[in-house]
């Protein structure tokens, strides 16, 4: 399971509850941030399963295909945390559906094609993992997202489709013998970089002009937390010609920065002590995901594993799955 996702996204969910009402109340914060855990932990699964026979040429350090997660336990799981999903936002928050059925949509689009129409697809996964998360967890305090928050959102599906890239950049030789035409195999590495600063100073554009759209002041926490991100955000740009894992490292570190910043327009002191919780999962959860890296730390996404033996499969029929399927990101 990427811990690394999931607080992430449990993070945004509760983002969109704070920012969406004045005075939210614990209760609705918490099950949004539970709606957001349930929900992409059910997606992460669900993407393991669809992707395994891809993976088990391209990806083999990933779960199924190292032995470490059977499909059957995969595909229960997934549809066992969609259900919970489902029923939880049904019993308080019936609206938040539609940005779960629009993330879904985009999701599967993603999977079933957009991944390889470049940024169409990082487009998508933007608005699928990052945008559609805030407008679903504002309905847990709000009747309906308030149109304010339209700038908050844009913010971090530009932020998310960001990370799409990046990831993008790093797996191009993998995607380009999958036949997978991302935008580093469309136009390259450079160009893909150039692009990758442009989301950045869109992303960081939006976020810096929240506050004016809330009408919230900017507390010296919101700046602070902001610059700090925009700082990663260059040593992710300026890194990511190498396609180093390290480089991928920093940013899973700066994506949890600007919803802390957005959170701080209504806490600061909440905004910063999530943003540490946030940090130490990042930092100490273990990667094995991002290409077989060692078990934990940052330092454990600068390494490939080997594919030359790949492993054993447990529980897994190849056949069952068409080839050239789509793989999903990360």
């Known amino acids: 399971m990427r811990l690394y996702d999931l607080v992430v996204v449990g993070f945004v969910g509760g983002l969109g509850t704070t920012l969406a009402t004045p005075a939210p109340q614990v209760r609705d914060v918490v099950l949004a941030v539970l709606s957001g855990l349930t929900g992409c932990a059910a997606a992460l699964y669900g993407a ?18 190292s032995g470490r997660l059977s499909g059957r336990t995969a595909k229960v799981a997934s549809l066992v945390l969609a259900g919970g999903t489902l029923v939880l936002d049904l019993l308080v928050a019936w609206r938040s ?4 059925v ?33 407008l679903a967890g504002a309905c847990f305090s709000a009747v309906w997202p308030p ?4 700038v908050a959102a844009l913010a971090l599906g530009v932020q998310g489709a960001f990370s799409n890239v990046l990831l993008a950049i790093v797996d191009v030789e993998e995607d380009r013998r999958a036949g997978t035409r991302t935008l580093p195999v469309r136009r390259g590495v450079q160009v893909s970089v150039g692009v990758l600063a442009v989301l950045a100073v869109v992303a960081y554009g939006l976020a810096a002009l929240t506050p004016r759209a809330l009408g919230r002041p900017a507390p010296v926490v919101f700046a602070v937390l902001l610059l700090g991100a925009v700082t990663v955000a260059g040593a992710v740009v300026a890194g ?3 396609r180093a894992w390290r480089v991928v490292a920093w940013h899973l570190c700066e994506r949890v920065l600007l919803p802390g910043a957005l959170w701080s327009l209504a ?10 919780l946030a940090l130490l999962v990042v930092v100490l959860a273990p990667r094995p995901m991002l290409h077989g890296g060692p078990a934990g730390g940052v330092g454990g996404v600068g390494g490939r594993a080997p594919a030359e033996h790949p492993p054993r499969l ?16 990360g």
């Open 102 to 134: 629009l993330a879904a949509c985009a999701y599967a689009a993603y999977g079933a094609g957009l991944k390889g129409r470049g940024l169409w697809g990082d487009a998508a996964s933007g608005f699928a993992g990052w945008t559609c998360p805030l």
């Open 267 to 276: 806490d600061p002191v909440v905004g910063v002590l999530l943003v540490v």
């Open 147 to 150: 149109p304010a928050l339209v």
């Open 48 to 65: 393991d399963y669809l992707t395994r026979a891809d993976d088990l040429v391209d990806k083999p350090h990933r779960p199924i295909p």
């Open 97 to 100: 559906l539609v940005f779960v």
């Open 240 to 242: 990511a010609r190498t």
């Open 314 to 329: 447990s529980g897994f029929d190849a056949s069952a799955v068409r080839p050239g399927q789509e793989r999903s990101g």
